[in-house]
């Protein structure tokens, strides 16, 4: 018997954490920031659910904060066991961890103490952040770990650089854990790892009840949205993650302005977190897939195009405003909830020939969402912001798998699986996966809450 439990990402689409539990040994996959608000967000100050100093292992499945943010605080709280991933997401986890104890800090300046960001307690300082890393090895996909009773064999996921999925055996069987799947054929990376022989499978469904475009409609739809928005003579602005979707847009930009398919205009990357993470992406070109490597060993510098500037500095990136329109400004976060994309969308929001491009999930309660569902007037930094801009949505740009391409990865272990645990999403998507998965494959699929367990025989 295993026993699973679920302390983040049950139901919610932050907080990934989930505990397995054997007579022998304890594992942990994931240690994600809740980047949500009100009670949700409390968690993170608040002592772990389980004892952190009984953990043998720790596993990560990608570099994204709600999957990394809370590891230093994990070591900090008694953790002192090895901490696995591929070497890209080592290296992308310490650029996310150290820009969010930076964003700490500053917050910390800003409130009344050293100990103090914005009147809460600072997670994790540098020491624990260094201690960390310091205990955290890597492996190649195709690569096993034992731990006590557990192999964890590293496929890769096809989310974002280095990102994997952990094939768990134990006892004779196979659990896997998907992390975050890829929204494969993406422009950079090789497509996610078919899983085939599941006996128990505990799956991300942040769009269990929606479908993406196509990739070659997602392409026109950049494609248009960007021509548009030049016409009008204003300003496109893009919210993106910093990791992989705003590498991704750099792909696809080159190609378009490399094609004359669209206008050479100032392409500016707005994000100190994005610029170094691309320099990662240049490290690690070993796993991007056959099209991307040939562009690359063909002398095709594929973050680089006319017009396109990265602007690090807080000064570099007020010269932007300097800039008449037409221009295009790529900047985090990817749900408007900070970074710099809030200082264009205040001075440029409210202009009619501007346009703001939506390419990633925009999670309820955020910024993005509002300005999504049609929100007339925002707040951005205490000011009342009129949203006349045109807003325009691309779901295909997402780095996750929609409802057809979730069905399809369950369908192949259809033969061996047992149950489904399906997680990372908002309930509504959740159940109608669960649903969909009971009715037309006759599995047992469940989404289980925030400190469920379940048993796995």
């Excluded at 720790?58 to 605080?73: E, N, Q, R, S």
Aim: charged letters at 25%; a negative charge; glycine letters at 8%.
């Amino acid at each position: 018997m295993v026993k699973l439990t679920f302390y983040g990402g049950a139901q919610e689409v932050t907080g990934s954490c989930f505990l397995f539990e054997s007579d022998t040994a304890k594992i942990l996959v994931d240690c994600g920031l809740f980047q949500c608000a009100g009670e949700c967000a409390k968690r993170n100050e608040e002592p772990f659910l389980f004892d952190p100093a009984s953990v043998s292992a720790l596993f990560i499945t990608h570099a994204h904060l709600d999957h990394v943010g809370l590891i230093p605080k994990l070591v900090k709280d008694g953790f002192r066991g090895k901490i696995y991933s591929t070497p890209p997401t080592k290296d992308l986890a310490e650029l996310n961890l150290k820009d969010s104890l930076n964003i700490m800090e500053k917050e910390a300046k800003r409130g009344n103490d050293n100990g103090e960001a914005g009147g809460k307690k600072f997670l994790y300082s540098q020491e624990d952040l260094a201690r960390a890393l310091k205990i955290w090895e890597t492996r190649r996909y195709g690569e096993a770990v034992a731990v006590s009773d557990f192999k964890i064999i590293l496929r890769d996921s096809g989310h974002i650089l280095g990102s994997a999925i952990f094939e768990i055996q134990v006892n004779g069987k196979k659990i896997y854990v998907t992390g975050d799947l890829g929204n494969s054929p993406t422009p950079l990376l090789r497509p996610t790892y078919e899983v085939r022989d599941a006996d128990y499978l505990v799956m991300e469904a942040l769009y269990g009840d929606r479908l993406h475009e196509t990739q070659e409609e997602r392409k026109l739809k950049l494609e248009r949205a960007i021509e548009d928005a030049m016409k009008a003579g204003g300003t496109l602005m893009i919210p993106a993650f910093s990791l992989e979707r705003t590498q991704e847009l750099l792909f696809e930009l080159n190609n378009l302005v490399e094609h004359g398919r669209i206008p050479q205009v100032p392409v500016f990357v707005d994000s100190p977190l994005a610029i170094h993470a691309t320099e990662v992406y240049k490290k690690h070109e070993d796993y991007f897939n056959k099209e991307a490597a040939y562009l690359i060993s063909s002398g095709d510098d594929i973050f680089k195009f006319p017009g396109l500037r990265f602007t690090l500095t807080t000064e570099e990136s007020k010269s932007i405003n300097e800039v008449l329109p037409p221009k295009i400004v790529i900047a985090g976060s990817g749900m408007s909830t900070g970074g710099r994309i809030l200082h264009h969308e205040r001075r440029y929001l409210s202009d009619p020939k501007s346009t703001l491009l939506l390419i990633g999930y925009q999670a309820a309660g955020t910024l993005g969402r509002h300005i999504q569902d049609g929100a007339k007037t925002v707040t951005i930094f205490g000011e009342e912001i009129p949203a006349r801009a045109k807003i325009v949505a691309i779901s295909g740009y997402s780095a996750h798998p929609d409802s057809a391409a979730l069905f399809r990865f369950a369908e192949r272990s259809v033969d061996t699986l047992k149950k489904i645990l399906l997680v990372q999403g908002e309930p509504k998507s959740l159940l109608f996966m669960a649903q969909k998965v009971k009715d037309y494959l006759g599995i047992e699929a469940i989404a289980p809450r925030y400190k469920d367990s379940v048993e796995l025989k």
